[in-house]
């Protein structure tokens, strides 16, 4: 039987290069749903797929737990997206981590098309390419539009596709219907009380 994960299937898919950031920040359902990090067997397959696994090389526990504290550090730059809070020195410092160690490569295709790409084999190193596609998707106004759900218990990254660049929910019949009606029963019982 094969396992299926919410993120093989995202109904509002980041273009390009992003997609990989929403990838790896939708590689969990919070609150406490399937995390395809928590194991290294349903792990690897991914890390491959998504260019984060050198051929030849195998992840080790260490491994998934940067991956996942850099999943959590890109998450709350995407809540700022969002209209959060700026994320702390904390999560700065996680991909601070990557960006101080990995380097990156220039390739020149045959049209002449300059490329950048992680130069090293190793998890950290790979991680750079994430931060180049941000850094491309903050060049092309592509970056805000990448949002983590305003349902703090979900937190799923989606792209924001909305004219006015306002979309706050994943999903709004699932989220943001949620919310509305939690915040309409708060606003009742306490119009209630009073
Ligand atoms: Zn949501």
Redesign the pocket.
Known sequence: MTTTWAGDAETKPAPGPLARIQALVNTVELPAGPDRLADLGDAEPWLAANGLLAPGHTPTRADLELLCRVREALRALLIHNSGGPPPHSGQLDVLRAVTDTATAKVDLAADGTVGLSASGDSLRERLLELLLAMRDAQRDGTWARLKA???E????A?YDRSRNHGGT???MS???NKLKNREFRARRRAGGAS
């Open positions: 759900c305003a349902n218990e979900c937190s799923w989606f929910w994943c999903v699932e989220c943001g």
